[in-house]
Protein backbone atom coordinates (compact mmCIF):
# COMPACT_ATOMS: atom_id res chain seq x y z
CA UNK A 1 0.00 0.00 0.00
CA UNK A 2 1.46 3.40 -1.19
CA UNK A 3 0.43 6.56 0.75
CA UNK A 4 1.10 10.26 -1.02
CA UNK A 5 1.27 13.18 1.60
CA UNK A 6 0.45 16.46 0.13
CA UNK A 7 1.73 18.70 2.84
CA UNK A 8 0.36 22.07 1.74
CA UNK A 9 -2.81 20.66 1.92
CA UNK A 10 -3.01 18.39 5.11
CA UNK A 11 -4.10 15.44 3.08
CA UNK A 12 -3.06 11.60 2.92
CA UNK A 13 -4.41 9.44 0.21
CA UNK A 14 -3.19 5.59 0.47
CA UNK A 15 -3.48 3.55 -2.62
CA UNK A 16 -3.00 0.33 -3.84
CA UNK A 17 -3.49 -1.42 -7.43
CA UNK A 18 -5.01 -4.82 -6.99
CA UNK A 19 -3.58 -7.81 -8.81
CA UNK A 20 -6.91 -7.60 -11.25
CA UNK A 21 -5.99 -3.94 -12.14
CA UNK A 22 -8.33 -2.32 -10.00
CA UNK A 23 -7.20 0.62 -8.35
CA UNK A 24 -8.27 1.77 -4.79
CA UNK A 25 -7.45 4.94 -3.23
CA UNK A 26 -8.60 5.78 0.21
CA UNK A 27 -8.81 9.28 1.94
CA UNK A 28 -9.16 9.62 5.90
CA UNK A 29 -10.86 11.98 7.58
CA UNK A 30 -10.69 11.80 11.25
CA UNK A 31 -13.24 13.55 13.00
CA UNK A 32 -15.82 12.99 9.78
CA UNK A 33 -18.99 10.76 10.47
CA UNK A 34 -20.09 10.46 7.36
CA UNK A 35 -18.11 7.90 4.66
CA UNK A 36 -18.60 8.33 0.71
CA UNK A 37 -17.51 5.76 -1.65
CA UNK A 38 -17.65 5.61 -5.66
CA UNK A 39 -16.78 2.55 -8.17
CA UNK A 40 -16.77 4.45 -10.95
CA UNK A 41 -15.23 2.84 -14.97
CA UNK A 42 -13.79 5.13 -17.33
CA UNK A 43 -17.13 4.25 -19.55
CA UNK A 44 -20.09 7.19 -20.87
CA UNK A 45 -22.31 7.86 -23.33
CA UNK A 46 -19.66 8.17 -26.06
CA UNK A 47 -17.78 5.41 -25.90
CA UNK A 48 -20.40 3.76 -28.58
CA UNK A 49 -17.75 2.43 -31.27
CA UNK A 50 -14.75 0.70 -29.72
CA UNK A 51 -11.94 -2.16 -30.28
CA UNK A 52 -10.33 -4.35 -27.16
CA UNK A 53 -6.83 -5.53 -28.09
CA UNK A 54 -7.60 -9.17 -29.54
CA UNK A 55 -11.09 -8.61 -30.02
CA UNK A 56 -13.20 -7.57 -32.91
CA UNK A 57 -14.01 -3.84 -33.46
CA UNK A 58 -17.87 -2.90 -31.71
CA UNK A 59 -20.17 -0.55 -32.69
CA UNK A 60 -23.30 -0.35 -30.18
CA UNK A 61 -26.23 1.35 -29.56
CA UNK A 62 -26.45 4.73 -28.68
CA UNK A 63 -27.33 5.35 -24.76
CA UNK A 64 -25.99 1.88 -23.45
CA UNK A 65 -23.61 3.00 -20.96
CA UNK A 66 -27.08 4.89 -19.45
CA UNK A 67 -28.68 1.84 -19.98
CA UNK A 68 -26.42 -0.59 -18.59
CA UNK A 69 -25.83 1.49 -15.20
CA UNK A 70 -29.74 0.97 -15.18
CA UNK A 71 -30.13 -2.74 -15.22
CA UNK A 72 -26.42 -2.86 -12.66
CA UNK A 73 -29.08 -2.26 -10.11
CA UNK A 74 -31.28 -5.48 -10.29
CA UNK A 75 -30.17 -8.54 -9.24
CA UNK A 76 -32.05 -12.16 -8.98
CA UNK A 77 -33.27 -11.61 -5.96
CA UNK A 78 -34.52 -8.19 -6.17
CA UNK A 79 -33.30 -4.59 -6.01
CA UNK A 80 -30.01 -3.73 -4.31
CA UNK A 81 -31.56 -0.29 -3.07
CA UNK A 82 -33.42 -2.08 -0.89
CA UNK A 83 -29.74 -3.86 0.30
CA UNK A 84 -28.18 -0.69 1.01
CA UNK A 85 -31.10 0.48 2.77
CA UNK A 86 -31.25 -2.28 5.38
CA UNK A 87 -27.57 -1.37 5.80
CA UNK A 88 -28.38 2.44 6.21
CA UNK A 89 -26.84 3.55 3.42
CA UNK A 90 -27.72 6.03 0.43
CA UNK A 91 -27.11 4.47 -2.39
CA UNK A 92 -26.88 5.85 -6.53
CA UNK A 93 -25.57 6.14 -9.83
CA UNK A 94 -24.98 8.55 -12.34
CA UNK A 95 -23.66 8.24 -16.24
CA UNK A 96 -21.74 11.26 -17.98
CA UNK A 97 -19.68 11.84 -21.25
CA UNK A 98 -16.91 9.42 -19.78
CA UNK A 99 -17.86 7.79 -17.15
CA UNK A 100 -20.08 5.65 -15.22
CA UNK A 101 -20.06 6.07 -10.90
CA UNK A 102 -21.81 4.01 -8.62
CA UNK A 103 -22.12 5.06 -4.87
CA UNK A 104 -22.75 5.16 -1.54
CA UNK A 105 -23.09 7.34 2.01
CA UNK A 106 -23.04 6.11 5.06
CA UNK A 107 -22.58 6.14 8.37
CA UNK A 108 -22.51 2.91 9.47
CA UNK A 109 -21.74 -0.92 8.45
CA UNK A 110 -19.18 0.72 5.63
CA UNK A 111 -17.36 -2.23 5.05
CA UNK A 112 -21.05 -4.68 4.48
CA UNK A 113 -21.98 -1.87 2.26
CA UNK A 114 -18.32 -1.46 0.60
CA UNK A 115 -18.73 -5.16 -0.58
CA UNK A 116 -22.20 -4.89 -1.67
CA UNK A 117 -20.81 -1.67 -4.01
CA UNK A 118 -18.13 -3.55 -5.68
CA UNK A 119 -20.09 -7.26 -5.60
CA UNK A 120 -23.06 -6.10 -7.28
CA UNK A 121 -20.89 -3.75 -10.01
CA UNK A 122 -19.08 -6.79 -10.75
CA UNK A 123 -21.67 -9.38 -10.77
CA UNK A 124 -24.28 -8.44 -13.95
CA UNK A 125 -27.36 -10.00 -14.26
CA UNK A 126 -29.51 -9.15 -17.75
CA UNK A 127 -32.12 -11.46 -19.72
CA UNK A 128 -34.38 -10.52 -22.18
CA UNK A 129 -37.22 -9.84 -19.90
CA UNK A 130 -35.83 -7.11 -17.88
CA UNK A 131 -34.03 -5.75 -20.71
CA UNK A 132 -37.34 -5.28 -22.23
CA UNK A 133 -38.68 -3.96 -18.98
CA UNK A 134 -35.96 -1.43 -18.91
CA UNK A 135 -36.76 -0.17 -22.12
CA UNK A 136 -39.97 1.18 -21.52
CA UNK A 137 -38.71 3.18 -18.16
CA UNK A 138 -35.65 4.48 -19.90
CA UNK A 139 -38.29 5.33 -22.81
CA UNK A 140 -39.83 7.68 -20.07
CA UNK A 141 -37.07 9.55 -19.09
CA UNK A 142 -36.10 10.55 -22.14
CA UNK A 143 -39.22 11.78 -22.70
CA UNK A 144 -39.23 13.50 -19.64
CA UNK A 145 -36.29 15.22 -20.10
CA UNK A 146 -37.36 15.62 -24.03
CA UNK A 147 -39.72 18.60 -21.98
CA UNK A 148 -37.08 19.77 -19.88
CA UNK A 149 -35.87 22.96 -21.27
CA UNK A 150 -32.89 23.73 -19.61
CA UNK A 151 -31.62 19.89 -20.25
CA UNK A 152 -33.12 20.93 -24.18
CA UNK A 153 -30.88 24.05 -24.18
CA UNK A 154 -27.86 22.25 -23.08
CA UNK A 155 -27.94 19.62 -25.63
CA UNK A 156 -28.84 21.82 -28.43
CA UNK A 157 -26.07 23.88 -27.84
CA UNK A 158 -23.62 20.60 -28.42
CA UNK A 159 -25.90 19.70 -30.93
CA UNK A 160 -25.22 23.16 -32.76
CA UNK A 161 -21.51 22.59 -32.27
CA UNK A 162 -20.87 18.97 -32.78
CA UNK A 163 -21.88 16.81 -36.08
CA UNK A 164 -19.65 13.82 -35.67
CA UNK A 165 -18.16 12.95 -32.03
CA UNK A 166 -21.13 11.60 -29.94
CA UNK A 167 -20.65 14.00 -27.41
CA UNK A 168 -23.97 15.56 -29.18
CA UNK A 169 -25.61 12.63 -28.54
CA UNK A 170 -28.29 12.29 -25.26
CA UNK A 171 -26.49 10.37 -22.92
CA UNK A 172 -29.83 8.17 -22.50
CA UNK A 173 -29.83 8.07 -26.29
CA UNK A 174 -33.51 8.17 -28.45
CA UNK A 175 -36.37 5.37 -28.02
CA UNK A 176 -35.24 4.30 -31.35
CA UNK A 177 -31.19 3.21 -30.02
CA UNK A 178 -32.50 1.85 -26.61
CA UNK A 179 -35.24 0.22 -28.71
CA UNK A 180 -31.91 -2.16 -30.28
CA UNK A 181 -30.20 -2.96 -27.36
CA UNK A 182 -30.21 -6.41 -26.18
CA UNK A 183 -28.69 -8.39 -23.33
CA UNK A 184 -26.16 -9.20 -25.78
CA UNK A 185 -25.10 -6.43 -26.31
CA UNK A 186 -24.74 -5.43 -22.71
CA UNK A 187 -23.12 -8.05 -21.80
CA UNK A 188 -20.32 -7.11 -24.90
CA UNK A 189 -20.07 -3.31 -23.11
CA UNK A 190 -19.68 -4.79 -19.79
CA UNK A 191 -17.01 -7.15 -20.16
CA UNK A 192 -15.22 -4.29 -22.36
CA UNK A 193 -15.17 -1.52 -20.18
CA UNK A 194 -16.13 -2.57 -16.59
CA UNK A 195 -13.00 -4.57 -16.27
CA UNK A 196 -11.04 -3.48 -13.32
CA UNK A 197 -8.31 -2.27 -14.59
CA UNK A 198 -10.48 0.06 -16.17
CA UNK A 199 -11.95 1.43 -12.86
CA UNK A 200 -11.57 3.18 -9.82
CA UNK A 201 -12.84 2.79 -6.14
CA UNK A 202 -12.40 5.70 -3.75
CA UNK A 203 -13.39 5.77 0.20
CA UNK A 204 -13.57 9.15 2.06
CA UNK A 205 -14.45 9.51 5.19
CA UNK A 206 -13.74 7.98 8.79
CA UNK A 207 -11.98 5.57 7.97
CA UNK A 208 -9.24 3.36 8.24
CA UNK A 209 -7.06 2.61 5.65
CA UNK A 210 -5.70 -0.58 6.07
CA UNK A 211 -8.53 -2.14 6.45
CA UNK A 212 -10.63 -0.89 3.26
CA UNK A 213 -7.61 -1.99 1.34
CA UNK A 214 -7.20 -5.08 3.21
CA UNK A 215 -10.87 -5.82 2.57
CA UNK A 216 -10.63 -4.95 -1.17
CA UNK A 217 -8.01 -7.03 -1.62
CA UNK A 218 -9.24 -10.01 -0.05
CA UNK A 219 -12.73 -9.05 -2.27
CA UNK A 220 -10.91 -9.20 -5.76
CA UNK A 221 -8.40 -12.02 -4.56
CA UNK A 222 -11.73 -14.34 -4.88
CA UNK A 223 -12.52 -13.41 -8.23
CA UNK A 224 -11.15 -14.42 -11.38
CA UNK A 225 -10.42 -11.91 -14.20
CA UNK A 226 -8.56 -12.72 -17.14
CA UNK A 227 -5.95 -9.91 -18.18
CA UNK A 228 -7.55 -7.15 -20.39
CA UNK A 229 -6.07 -5.71 -23.63
CA UNK A 230 -6.25 -2.08 -24.08
CA UNK A 231 -9.20 0.03 -25.42
CA UNK A 232 -9.15 1.93 -28.29
CA UNK A 233 -12.26 4.49 -29.00
CA UNK A 234 -12.97 5.19 -32.12
CA UNK A 235 -14.39 8.68 -33.39
CA UNK A 236 -15.14 10.13 -36.53
CA UNK A 237 -13.43 12.90 -37.55
CA UNK A 238 -15.09 16.07 -35.94
CA UNK A 239 -15.38 19.07 -38.30
CA UNK A 240 -13.25 22.16 -37.13
CA UNK A 241 -16.31 24.33 -37.28
CA UNK A 242 -19.39 24.42 -35.90
CA UNK A 243 -22.32 22.58 -37.25
CA UNK A 244 -25.12 25.50 -36.78
CA UNK A 245 -24.57 28.94 -35.55
CA UNK A 246 -28.22 29.00 -34.08
CA UNK A 247 -30.28 25.81 -33.02
CA UNK A 248 -33.63 27.03 -32.00
CA UNK A 249 -36.55 24.76 -29.78
CA UNK A 250 -39.85 25.54 -28.83
CA UNK A 251 -40.91 24.73 -25.36
CA UNK A 252 -43.83 26.43 -22.98
CA UNK A 253 -41.56 28.84 -21.48
CA UNK A 254 -42.11 32.08 -19.45
CA UNK A 255 -38.60 33.38 -20.53
CA UNK A 256 -36.43 32.66 -23.17
CA UNK A 257 -33.34 29.89 -22.58
CA UNK A 258 -30.21 31.11 -24.06
CA UNK A 259 -27.16 29.36 -24.05
CA UNK A 260 -24.01 30.17 -26.36
CA UNK A 261 -20.17 28.70 -26.51
CA UNK A 262 -17.06 28.61 -28.36
CA UNK A 263 -16.13 25.03 -29.84
CA UNK A 264 -12.59 24.74 -29.25
CA UNK A 265 -10.30 23.15 -32.76
CA UNK A 266 -9.16 19.67 -31.49
CA UNK A 267 -5.77 19.49 -30.66
CA UNK A 268 -5.57 16.30 -28.83
CA UNK A 269 -4.60 17.81 -25.15
CA UNK A 270 -4.66 14.90 -22.25
CA UNK A 271 -2.95 14.74 -19.01
CA UNK A 272 -1.35 17.29 -17.12
CA UNK A 273 -1.29 19.65 -20.30
CA UNK A 274 -5.34 19.54 -20.66
CA UNK A 275 -5.72 20.14 -16.58
CA UNK A 276 -3.85 23.49 -16.95
CA UNK A 277 -6.30 24.45 -19.59
CA UNK A 278 -9.12 23.26 -17.93
CA UNK A 279 -8.28 25.43 -14.88
CA UNK A 280 -6.92 28.25 -17.67
CA UNK A 281 -9.80 28.29 -19.03
CA UNK A 282 -12.33 28.18 -16.26
CA UNK A 283 -10.37 30.84 -14.67
CA UNK A 284 -10.52 33.03 -17.76
CA UNK A 285 -14.50 32.30 -18.05
CA UNK A 286 -14.85 33.57 -14.17
CA UNK A 287 -12.99 36.42 -15.29
CA UNK A 288 -15.51 37.22 -17.69
CA UNK A 289 -18.49 36.25 -17.05
CA UNK A 290 -18.31 35.89 -13.42
CA UNK A 291 -21.05 36.98 -10.93
CA UNK A 292 -18.59 39.99 -9.59
CA UNK A 293 -17.34 41.29 -13.36
CA UNK A 294 -18.24 44.36 -14.66
CA UNK A 295 -19.87 42.75 -17.48
CA UNK A 296 -21.87 40.54 -14.84
CA UNK A 297 -23.32 44.26 -13.43
CA UNK A 298 -24.06 45.67 -16.30
CA UNK A 299 -26.31 42.66 -17.72
CA UNK A 300 -28.17 42.61 -14.80
CA UNK A 301 -28.84 46.13 -14.39
CA UNK A 302 -30.07 46.23 -18.14
CA UNK A 303 -32.70 43.42 -17.55
CA UNK A 304 -30.99 41.27 -20.08
CA UNK A 305 -29.69 38.40 -17.51
CA UNK A 306 -30.88 36.95 -13.70
CA UNK A 307 -28.85 34.61 -11.39
CA UNK A 308 -29.51 31.95 -13.53
CA UNK A 309 -26.50 33.46 -15.54
CA UNK A 310 -23.49 31.04 -15.45
CA UNK A 311 -20.79 29.66 -17.49
CA UNK A 312 -18.98 26.20 -17.84
CA UNK A 313 -16.48 24.35 -19.60
CA UNK A 314 -16.17 20.74 -21.05
CA UNK A 315 -13.42 18.83 -22.53
CA UNK A 316 -11.75 15.74 -22.94
CA UNK A 317 -8.78 14.93 -26.16
CA UNK A 318 -11.05 14.54 -28.93
CA UNK A 319 -13.64 17.83 -27.71
CA UNK A 320 -13.81 21.18 -25.76
CA UNK A 321 -16.32 23.44 -25.26
CA UNK A 322 -18.01 26.08 -23.19
CA UNK A 323 -21.58 26.92 -22.16
CA UNK A 324 -22.56 30.20 -20.74
CA UNK A 325 -26.09 31.66 -20.53
CA UNK A 326 -29.70 31.52 -18.75
CA UNK A 327 -32.81 32.99 -18.80
CA UNK A 328 -33.17 36.28 -20.87
CA UNK A 329 -36.01 38.12 -22.43
CA UNK A 330 -33.65 38.96 -25.46
CA UNK A 331 -31.58 36.76 -26.80
CA UNK A 332 -30.55 39.04 -29.63
CA UNK A 333 -30.02 41.82 -27.94
CA UNK A 334 -28.07 39.78 -25.16
CA UNK A 335 -25.82 38.45 -27.79
CA UNK A 336 -25.15 41.29 -29.14
CA UNK A 337 -24.06 43.51 -26.09
CA UNK A 338 -21.70 40.63 -24.72
CA UNK A 339 -19.90 40.56 -28.21
CA UNK A 340 -19.16 43.78 -27.44
CA UNK A 341 -18.15 44.03 -24.18
CA UNK A 342 -15.91 41.00 -24.88
CA UNK A 343 -14.66 42.43 -27.86
CA UNK A 344 -13.03 45.77 -25.81
CA UNK A 345 -11.64 43.17 -23.10
CA UNK A 346 -9.88 40.86 -26.16
CA UNK A 347 -8.71 44.42 -27.37
CA UNK A 348 -7.42 45.23 -23.62
CA UNK A 349 -7.39 42.22 -21.63
CA UNK A 350 -7.89 41.53 -18.11
CA UNK A 351 -6.15 43.73 -15.40
CA UNK A 352 -3.67 42.52 -13.00
CA UNK A 353 -5.90 43.24 -9.98
CA UNK A 354 -8.85 41.47 -11.26
CA UNK A 355 -6.84 38.94 -12.42
CA UNK A 356 -5.34 38.00 -8.78
CA UNK A 357 -8.51 38.48 -7.43
CA UNK A 358 -9.96 35.36 -9.55
CA UNK A 359 -7.22 33.68 -9.14
CA UNK A 360 -7.67 33.40 -5.06
CA UNK A 361 -11.53 33.06 -5.14
CA UNK A 362 -10.90 29.46 -7.29
CA UNK A 363 -8.02 28.67 -4.68
CA UNK A 364 -10.18 29.51 -2.08
CA UNK A 365 -13.35 27.27 -3.72
CA UNK A 366 -10.40 24.50 -4.42
CA UNK A 367 -10.00 24.45 -0.17
CA UNK A 368 -13.43 25.18 0.69
CA UNK A 369 -14.44 21.78 -1.64
CA UNK A 370 -11.78 19.72 0.19
CA UNK A 371 -14.19 19.44 3.13
CA UNK A 372 -17.04 18.16 1.41
CA UNK A 373 -16.38 14.13 1.02
CA UNK A 374 -19.01 13.89 -2.42
CA UNK A 375 -17.28 16.38 -4.32
CA UNK A 376 -13.56 15.12 -3.13
CA UNK A 377 -14.38 11.81 -4.64
CA UNK A 378 -15.82 12.56 -8.05
CA UNK A 379 -13.37 15.07 -8.67
CA UNK A 380 -10.59 12.94 -7.70
CA UNK A 381 -12.44 9.67 -10.11
CA UNK A 382 -12.66 12.57 -12.92
CA UNK A 383 -9.20 14.01 -12.35
CA UNK A 384 -7.63 10.65 -12.75
CA UNK A 385 -9.23 9.45 -16.11
CA UNK A 386 -8.10 12.19 -17.34
CA UNK A 387 -4.11 11.45 -16.53
CA UNK A 388 -4.33 14.55 -13.50
CA UNK A 389 -4.23 14.70 -9.54
CA UNK A 390 -6.62 17.03 -7.69
CA UNK A 391 -4.17 16.80 -5.07
CA UNK A 392 -1.85 18.97 -7.43
CA UNK A 393 -3.83 21.46 -8.72
CA UNK A 394 -3.26 23.99 -5.75
CA UNK A 395 0.37 24.69 -7.73
CA UNK A 396 -1.32 24.74 -10.71
CA UNK A 397 -3.77 27.47 -10.07
CA UNK A 398 -0.71 29.24 -7.57
CA UNK A 399 1.61 28.72 -10.88
CA UNK A 400 -1.13 30.69 -13.52
CA UNK A 401 0.19 33.86 -14.86
CA UNK A 402 -1.84 36.83 -16.27
CA UNK A 403 -0.61 36.51 -19.28
CA UNK A 404 -1.44 32.71 -19.78
CA UNK A 405 -5.20 33.95 -19.22
CA UNK A 406 -5.34 36.53 -21.21
CA UNK A 407 -3.27 34.50 -24.29
CA UNK A 408 -6.28 32.00 -23.27
CA UNK A 409 -9.09 34.10 -23.69
CA UNK A 410 -7.81 35.53 -27.41
CA UNK A 411 -7.31 31.61 -28.75
CA UNK A 412 -11.10 30.70 -26.78
CA UNK A 413 -13.15 33.24 -28.11
CA UNK A 414 -12.72 33.01 -31.66
CA UNK A 415 -16.49 34.25 -32.99
CA UNK A 416 -16.16 32.03 -35.93
CA UNK A 417 -16.28 29.31 -33.32
CA UNK A 418 -19.45 30.15 -31.70
CA UNK A 419 -23.08 28.50 -31.67
CA UNK A 420 -25.82 29.12 -29.85
CA UNK A 421 -28.94 27.16 -28.44
CA UNK A 422 -32.69 28.47 -27.87
CA UNK A 423 -35.51 27.57 -25.98
CA UNK A 424 -38.44 30.33 -27.27
CA UNK A 425 -42.24 29.74 -26.38
CA UNK A 426 -44.26 28.57 -29.77
Given at each position: ?83 F ?65 D ?33 E ?26 K ?13 Y ?15 A ?11 V ?17 G ?32 L??D ?6 N ?39 D ?69 V??
Amino acid sequence: MEQMYYERLQETIYHEVMENGLRVYVLPKPGFRKTYATFATKYGSVDNHFHVAGGEETKVPDGIAHFLEHKMFEEPEGDIFATFASNGASANAFTSFDQTVYLFSATENIETNLETLVDFVQRPYFTDENVEKEKGIIGQEINMYADNPDWRVYFGLIEAMYSKHPVHIDIAGTIESIGTITKETLYSCYNAFYHPSNMLLFVVGGVEPEKVISLIRSNQSAKSYGIQGDIERIFEEEPQAVDQKVRECKLAVSMPKCLFGFKERVEGISGEAAIRRDLTTKLMLDLLFGSSTTLYQKLYDEGLISDSFGHEFNSSPEYAFSAIGGDTKDPDLLLKRIREEVDAILESGFAESDFERARKKKIGGYLRMLNSPESIAHEFTRYQFRGGNLFEVLPVYESLTLDEVNERLRSHVDWEQLAVSLVVSP
